[in-house]
Structure formats: structure tokens, C-alpha cells
């Protein structure tokens, strides 16, 4: 499959997509089931922070969605459990208040989802892609398997934030020399096709493939670094009102707030708590858990700016030499272990630097995985933008509130993460796997 400007057509290979669909739903619950299977029961009903929802929440949430979308919206078929839709509805009641719900007990939950999955592999092989707008190329299964694994991804952070010993493990990345190429990378201006029309699975903030301009600028090589952000922290940034805009100010120092998210000074150095370990934190690797406003001060610190949302997806998918606009920065081909650190694969960044094969063709490294990286822009729709299949997926979340962040995190998984996927938070955030890199407009 390749992103250009043409529609999906019947050159779309329907049974490879629905191979894919069958392993990327089998691998969400996979990762669901080892995320819920690692702590015990109390551990699941508890709420590990006001941010969050109770693991339980979660589990039986997926379930709902997924009989909500395939067995009901696709198949037509009868609710299994219409009495509880109000409780796992997530815009009916706020994370704070879900402990206080009548929630499934875990062993319910797992039955209530591993029942819905029953019916929905069953459907999967019986239903056509094709005559609906949900079922095009399998897009509602599509997208069940990229919400399955973005709450996967919410049960991680939870795992983050939760008090109590190592739960998780996970080999480390590959160590590698320390990075001698350029600090930053030159990207001409010039048009280039932003967003997507032709990605069967992609979301309907990613669409419509449009022509964006954009001036020359730099752009970091690499995401920011642990040793980098140090540098700030020494030279006393968070202390300097000169660096932060005025609702940062008013944010870090109403909590607060002096270093990144789960760091502590002792003994002369920083450590950080890290899925129940504690560890000194590593120069080399991507800064993480830092909110919008650090992101921003530190390059206006460093005589910078956090790129535009058009500037990262310029330098992540567009190939000067052939003007397209690729699926990923290393070209169309899936990610790969060589590529980008995804899929939980490991419970941290890589060092900065990392899978050369994954680079952009301007020498953009790790734009995919390791950190969600923060851009200057607010969410907003691109033109001819249209909800599908619901407005509460995107449409609700458009304006200035909310901060555009690219690239996905070592915690994403593919079916979820591409050149033109679309993350957003608010700019006070930092619990979530979310680092930057810095650029700067091209003097002419």
C-alpha cells in the first residue's frame, strides 16, 4: 500500500487486509490481557491516579467499544449487555469519577470482552469489505484494533504512575555509539501533501490529503535529550519567568513543578522511577514526561521553537526527490524492529540516535516511536475535514485547548502510529510518553 492522492481503489489487496486485521486485533488483546494479568484484583479496581481510570475501567470499556462498533453498528446484531453502555461511555462520566461506578468485578470484565471477541473473530471472516463506509477495507475493524491499543497505551501510563514493585519487564534497546552527525537538518520550503485519502485504517483527523506549504526551517536530528534538558534545568530554567508563556509560568509554579515527570535529585544526580524501578535517569536518551509548556520554554531557552504540526509531518514523510509524501519516514514497507522502538517492545526511549534505517530522507531520525513529540500547533480539522464515524473521536476536540503531538511513543503500536496519525493533550500533561525536538525558521 502506498499514500498518494488517489482514493482507495480495487488495486487494494481485501483479504491481506483482512489477515491484518484478524493479527492486529489479536494483538491488542494480547497486550490487554498481559497489562490486566500482571497485578491482582484490588490492583485493578483501584484508581492509581485522579488522571486515570481503573485498569477494570479500561478492560471492560474495550469490550463495550467493540461490541458497540462491529457486532451492533456492522453486524446489526442485538446488545449482550445494554445495561452497562452508560458506564463505559467515556464522555458520560470523567476519569475521576469511575471508581465510584458499578463497574464489572475483573473476572466479569474479561468475560463480558473475551465474548465479544468470540462473536467478532466469527464476523471477521464473514464479512464483506465493502458497501459501507464502515466496512471499506475493514476500517471499523481497523479502527477497534488502533482503540484497543491506544487504551493499551492508557494502561501503560497507568503502570507508570502506580506506587508498588516492578510488574513489567521488558528487554532494553540496543545500545549504540553515541550520535556524531548533525545536530540539525535543513528542509527546503515548498509545497508538499500533508494528511492522507488513500490510508484504509487511517482516522478521520488524518483525512483529506491537502497541499501545505511551508517555509524553509531546521529541524533537531534527534528528539531532546535527558543530557539537554539537564542543561536547562542547571541553568535555571524553571526559575527564568523569561522562557515560559504566561500560563506556563502560572502552571509550573502554582505546582511546583522543577524537573520532568518522575524525576528526583539525590546524591548530586537525577533519578527517575521508572515502572517500579528506580534508576538514575540516562543522558542519552530522548527527555520523557515533560508537558507543553516545558517543551516550549526549553526552546525558547535554547534561541528555538517546538516545530508546526505541517513543519513535523513535512519533515517525517515528504521525499524531495520524488515529491511524494511517504507512509512512514523510511518509506510505505510496515515498521520493523530496525525502524522505530514501538509496541511496548521495550519500557523505555532509545538513546538518541537510534535506527538509522528508520531516518527520513532529510536525516530525520526517530520521528516514529520512542516519544510522542509536542508541536506549536493547537488541533484543528484540515480542509474538507468530515466526522466518521462519530463526532467525539476528533470534531470535539478542535481549538486551542488542545496541543498536536506526532510520532508515537515506545508504548504505541503500529496499527496506531503513523506518518499521518495525530495525538493531542493538553498542554499541562505530562503523565503520558511525551518528549520534543526543537527547530528554527531558515534565514533566507
Known amino acids: 500500500m502506498t499514500d498518494t492522492d488517489t482514493p482507495v481503489g480495487p488495486d487494494i489487496d481485501i483479504e491481506l487486509l483482512r489477515r491484518r486485521a484478524l ?7 494480547d497486550r490487554t490481557t498481559l497489562l490486566t494479568s500482571c497485578v491482582e484484583g484490588p490492583e485493578l479496581t483501584a484508581q ?17 467499544q ?25 464522555f458520560e462520566h470523567p476519569r475521576s469519577e469511575r471508581p465510584t461506578l458499578p463497574l464489572l468485578p475483573p473476572e466479569e470484565a474479561r468475560r463480558y470482552a473475551a465474548e465479544v471477541r468470540g462473536r467478532v473473530l466469527d464476523l471477521l471472516e464473514s464479512t464483506a469489505f465493502g458497501g459501507t463506509r464502515l466496512t471499506e477495507a475493514g476500517f471499523a475493524f481497523g479502527m477497534i ?26 528487554p532494553d534497546p540496543e545500545p549504540v555509539p553515541p550520535f556524531t552527525g548533525p545536530a540539525e537538518v535543513l528542509v527546503p520550503g515548498g509545497p508538499f501533501t500533508m494528511g492522507t485519502s488513500t490510508e484504509p485504517w487511517a ?21 531532546v535529550t535527558n543530557h539537554a534538558y539537564q542543561a536547562f534545568i542547571d541553568d535555571g530554567g524553571y526559575d527564568d519567568p523569561r522562557w515560559w508563556t504566561t500560563d506556563g509560568w502560572a502552571h509550573i509554579r502554582r505546582h511546583s513543578i522543577d524537573a520532568p515527570q518522575f524525576w528526583y535529585r539525590e546524591a548530586g544526580q537525577w533519578l527517575r522511577r521508572r515502572f517500579g524501578v528506580t534508576e538514575v535517569v540516562a543522558a542519552d536518551e530522548p527527555v520523557l514526561h515533560v508537558c507543553w509548556y516545558e517543551a516550549d520554554a526549553y526552546a525558547r531557552w535554547a534561541g528555538r521553537r517546538l516545530p508546526t504540526e505541517a513543519e513535523w509531518e513535512k519533515a517525517a514523510r515528504h521525499d524531495p526527490v ?27 526511549p532509545a ?31 484540515y480542509p474538507g475535514f468530515a466526522a466518521f464515524p462519530y463526532k467525539e473521536y476528533s470534531e ?3 481549538g486551542p485547548e488542545h496541543k498536536v503531538l506526532r510520532g508515537g511513543s515506545f508504548a504505541v503500536d503500529e496499527v496506531a502510529c503513523r506518518g499521518t496519525f495525530r495525538n493531542w493533550d493538553y498542554p499541562i500533561r505530562r503523565q503520558i510518553f511525551s518528549g520534543f525536538r526543537t527547530a528554527r525558521s531558515a534565514v533566507a
Do not use: C, K
Open 66 to 90: 467493540e461490541e458497540l462498533w462491529l457486532l451492533r453498528a456492522v453486524a446489526g446484531r442485538e446488545a449482550l449487555r445494554p445495561d452497562i453502555d452508560g458506564l463505559y461511555d467515556a
Open 396 to 398: 470535539v476536540f478542535f
Open 203 to 223: 482516522l478521520d483527523n488524518e483525512r483529506p490529503a491537502h497541499r501545505r506549504e511551508v517555509a524553509s526551517f531546521w529541524i533537531d536530528t534527534t528528539p
Open 351 to 381: 538513546p538518541a540516535g537510534s535506527y538509522p534505517a528508520g531516518e527520513s530522507p532529510y536525516g530525520v531520525r526517530q520521528l516514529i516511536g520512542d516519544v510522542w513529540e509536542w508541536t506549536s500547533s493547537d488541533l484543528a480539522p
Open 23 to 29: 493479527t492486529t486485533l489479536s494483538a491488542a488483546r
Open 48 to 64: 492509581h491516579s485522579p488522571l486515570m481510570s481503573p485498569l477494570v475501567w479500561d478492560l471492560a470499556h474495550i469490550g463495550n
Open 145 to 170: 484494533a488502533q482503540h484497543e491499543q491506544q487504551h493499551d497505551e492508557t494502561m501503560l501510563i497507568t503502570h507508570q504512575l502506580r506506587r508498588g514493585p516492578q510488574v513489567l519487564t521488558a
Open 322 to 348: 520524488t515529491g511524494r509524501s511517504t507512509r512512514y519516514p523510511w518509506g510505505d514497507a510496515d515498521p520493523g524492529p530496525e525502524h522505530a522502538n514501538l509496541g511496548q517492545r521495550h519500557l523505555r
